[in-house]
Nanobody, 130 residues
């Protein structure tokens, strides 16, 4: 299974970006997919995660109302629409997914425990200038 994230770039304060994550190499649907980010000098943090079959979604508080996760299963692609971007959103953004889990966790659990995400893509850099 491979995940390929793209769509990062430089944007001004208040601007928008849409990140894409193409999932390939699996005949099964993912159980959960999410976006994580790591800012310079900081630990990786969960941004948002959604579980496919019950359509539950969780956002970290700092992005609620500004970011939206979505997916197009026909294209095997997940998206992260980011609006009203702030300089503190500057980070490398990673998409990650879970396939055929041995245990079923909530989106909140995955956000708090990113090591439980079993597949990771390479990151895409988002820089928000003030």
């Amino acid at each position: 299974v491979q995940l390929q994230a793209s769509g990062g770039g430089l944007v001004q304060l208040g601007g928008s970006l849409r990140l894409s994550c193409v999932v390939s190499g699996s005949s099964a649907d993912y159980y959960a997919i999410g976006w994580f980010r790591q800012a310079p000098g900081k630990e990786r943090e969960g941004v948002t995660c959604t579980t496919l079959y019950d359509a539950k979604t969780k956002y970290t508080d700092s992005v609620k109302g500004r970011f939206t996760i979505s997916s197009d299963n026909a294209k095997n692609t997940a998206y992260l629409q980011m609006n009203s971007l702030k300089p503190e959103d500057t980070a490398v953004y990673y998409c990650a997914a879970v396939f055929r889990p041995s245990a079923y966790y909530s989106p909140s659990y995955y956000l708090a425990n990113p090591t439980c995400m079993t597949y990771w893509g390479k990151g895409t850099l988002v820089t928000v200038s003030s």
